[in-house]
């Protein structure tokens, strides 16, 4: 079986600002860019360096990654990145140092110095996880609004409530 997949990708020429974000997302394809690349037509894997941009389609809105250096694995919609990682999804988003984006799973796991804004609402934690289909966050060893340290946390991204 053939796997194909609309797919968009080029070296960077500029840094991303919000207007390629913006058109990333109304073109509802898999976008790469970074400024150097390797790619395996075999394994289906790009190995990405420096001003490394992925946004992949999730049905109805776009996951948009942003960091120092990824592996995509296309045929499985897979992404693993580390180094000063942006990972936004409609008007939350994560700061980490490492995310591994698992789209069968509908599942994105980030971790070390996680910084999460949403509405008003401000976590800081060591590791995380965002299952964008159900839009429940979990964090560990999360402080809330720079309040006490907690084992775990989960807030609800469509309410902006956070669950027990």
Not at 138 to 149: C, E, L, M, R, Y
């Amino acid at each position: 079986m053939l796997l194909c997949l609309p797919i968009y990708a080029q070296a960077a020429t500029k840094t991303i600002t919000p207007a390629d974000v913006t058109k990333a997302e109304a073109n509802g394809n898999f976008t790469i860019t970074s400024d150097s690349r390797k790619f395996n037509p075999i394994s289906g894997e790009y190995d990405l360096n420096g001003h490394v941009f992925v946004s992949l389609p999730t049905h109805g809105e776009q996951l948009v990654i942003k960091a120092d250096k990824a592996k995509v694995k296309l045929y499985s919609q897979e992404v693993n990145a580390e180094g000063k990682i942006t990972l936004s999804f409609g008007k939350m988003s994560f700061r980490c140092d490492k995310t591994h984006v698992v789209s069968k799973e509908r599942t994105a796991y980030v971790n070390g110095n996680i910084l999460f804004k949403h509405l008003k609402n401000t976590i800081k934690a060591d590791s995380a996880s965002y299952y964008w289909k159900g839009k429940l966050a979990t964090f560990q060893n999360a402080s809330v609004n720079g309040g006490q340290p907690q084992k775990e946390v989960k807030y609800n991204v469509m309410s902006g409530e956070f669950v027990k």
